[in-house]
């Protein structure tokens, strides 16, 4: 991604150069993440990694979930503009639709695959890289866009909003999850 330092903020702009930066990197993740799929599925034969490798993930989207939470707040507390709220959230709710559809489909089939502590550390690694990647990019354009945005009462209505609509998504992420939990466990026992 290009340096933005000396380049003035424009909510239209930014939010194309997310979404470019976003692109690219699900890209290159995509690519690798298929690859270690790919190796990861040729040697699954044993449950008890399986499983160790859920609870893993559990682990890990908590510690995620409780970070985001806090990048959230941070970020909530920072915007002014209603219309580019509104563009973004529109935005964020049609990529998270496509994301979510996707995310579920790989998860399917990468929890009937698991099995390889092997992989499992490298996706693990990559996933840690890419992520460092992306927050070091995220805070830089955070303190800009903080820098240029006041007004404590918009942020205390985009806090609530964000509230809700996290509740919204975390209430129908709960029921996926437990659904999943039932198939994997109906699968089991047959």
């Known amino acids: 991604m290009r340096d933005l330092s000396d380049t003035p903020i424009d909510s239209e702009h930014y939010r194309q150069e997310l979404v470019r930066d976003y692109q690219r990197r699900f890209d290159e993740w995509h690519t690798e993440f298929l690859r270690y799929q790919e190796e990861f599925i040729q040697s699954v034969d044993n449950e008890h990694h399986r499983q160790k490798l859920v609870r893993d993930g559990q682990r890990r989207f908590n510690e995620w979930h409780t970070e985001f939470l806090r990048y959230q707040k941070k970020f909530l507390q920072s915007v002014e503009k209603e219309s580019y709220r509104q563009k973004l959230v529109r935005d964020g709710q ?86 999943f939990l039932q198939e994997q466990q109906q699968k089991q026992q047959n």
């Open 94 to 179: 049609r990529r998270f639709n496509e994301w979510h559809t996707e995310f579920l489909r790989y998860q399917k089939e990468f929890i009937q695959s698991v099995d390889n502590e092997r992989h499992r550390q490298m996706l693990v690694r990559d996933g840690q890289r890419r992520f460092d990647e992306w927050h070091k990019e995220f805070l830089k354009h955070q303190k800009e866009f903080i820098q240029s945005v006041g007004n404590e009462h918009y942020r205390q209505m985009l806090v609530r909003d964000g509230q809700r609509r996290f509740d919204e998504w975390h209430t129908e992420f709960l029921r996926y999850q437990k659904k």
